[in-house]
């Protein structure tokens, strides 16, 4: 994620110009970096801001990085309420890749109780 300039559009063009000149391509919304799917995010919102001052330190290789948490993109993808990122927050609790509890405090947090709600109940909770 990057800091949002004063303009409320922000470009992330140099950063895909410059890796392409390292000989990485771009695959949609993502580039491929030595194999791996990335996805840069502006901060554009407290929010993204929080996601970004908590990001988590990680290695690839012997190269530290930082990526947001699952619990701060399902936030995000929340927000968001595209279909496609429905459908991948679905997925996040399908698979277990998430500390629930935690992002439930996010999205409580963030005011999207009832967003994670109405998702919740249509998409997740399962008829007895």
């Not at 800091?3 to 470009?11: G, K, Y």
């Not at 701060?72 to 997925?91: F, V």
Request: net charge negative.
């Amino acid at each position: 994620m990057f800091p949002s300039s004063q303009s409320m559009l922000i470009s992330l063009a140099p950063i895909y110009e410059y890796l392409k000149t390292l000989g990485y391509e771009s695959e949609g919304e993502f580039v491929v970096i030595e194999g791996w799917p990335v996805q840069f995010l502006p901060v554009y919102n407290p929010l993204t801001e929080e996601a970004l001052r908590n990001a988590v330190d990680v290695y690839f290789g012997k190269t530290p990085t930082w990526v947001i948490s699952a619990e701060y993109l399902a936030a995000i993808m929340l927000e968001t309420g595209r279909p496609k990122d429905r459908s991948r927050l679905i997925h996040f609790f399908e698979f277990e890749v998430l500390d629930k509890s935690a992002f439930e405090d996010i999205v409580q947090c963030h005011g999207l109780g009832d967003d994670w709600k109405a998702l919740k109940k249509y998409f997740l909770e399962k008829e007895d």
